[in-house]
């Protein structure tokens, strides 16, 4: 598998399930003839079903269950029985609901793009999914736009979105583009076996260069931001200090839970909050004149839900992120002490 450019970046992962059922003015269903090959030989028949069709193991269950699943020879139809070589199933398949959303032209990066998986290299700016006061313009829009069959997984209003930048931040996304691939990387995302890298820029240096925050988030009395309480949702955070002048750090740092805003959260816990974040430091001078954070998603690993390999992808830091550190790096060698960024 290919690899991009590097990327690190905070994210509020919201697991999206796939598992909707049919609704009852959905169009006719859809015929499909599945005669089993050799490798779906002894294994059940939602696994084969699940397999062929690239849907989810639990949506293929799903059309068992409720008789749009035919055999050619005689058999008790139900999900576990046993699938043999050669045997003939008639698979009424009911169409995808249509999406209300229109395809647009949305400028983003791609990584990668297989029949399973798109890789996303997502600008700063760019909103994920429609929300209120984003309902055009996203990046659900624009994968509609770029890949058309992209929004074919049951309809959904993420379709194949298994987790979430905030759009202050830059970075590597995963994306399903069939219901197997998005079971498998709702699983792994919940197990957090998905390796998430970023990198940062925090005003101060931290008293430990390396060093793990262990410090569960929850969401603060204004209904805004975010806060440590000890009530809140098990939160993790390694991070390790790159370089550093006197007034502020560069790190990069791994999370192993998805919470919201929990890179800038847990860095301002630790007196060093993330530059640009005028969310949790609105005194502090930023050095982008739009919404953003210095916070970019580096590198993403996972494994592949079809071939079953780890793969890692990077995403270069973006134009506007080199360019605060080139002004920092200038102003750290004495060349113009006017310059803050």
Partial sequence: MPTSSPT???NDLEYISDFTEARADAPASVPYVMTAPSEYDGHRLDYAISRELGISRNHAQFIIKNGLVTPEREVRIKPSVKVAQGDIYTINLPPPETLELEPEDVPFGVVHSDDDIIVVDKPAG?????????????????LLYRFPKFGEIKGVIRPGIVHRLDATTSGLMV??????????????FKSRTVKKTY??????????????IDAPIGRASDGKKMTLREDGRNAVTDYEIL???SEFSLGKCVIHTGRTHQIRVHMKSVGCPLVGDVLYAPSRETPFEDSRVFLHSWKLSFIHPRTGERVCFRSFIPQDLKSCLVALRTRSRGTDPRLRF
């Fill in 175 to 188: 994306v399903a583009r069939n219901g197997l691939a998005m079971e498998k990387l709702y699983a792994q």
């Fill in 243 to 245: 370089w550093d002048d």
């Fill in 199 to 212: 990198i940062f820029l925090c005003h101060g240096i931290p008293k430990d260069r390396h060093a793990r």
């Fill in 8 to 10: 690190w970046e905070d």
């Fill in 126 to 142: 760019l909103v994920a999914h429609p929300a209120p006061g984003h309902y055009h313009g996203t990046l659900v829009h624009g």
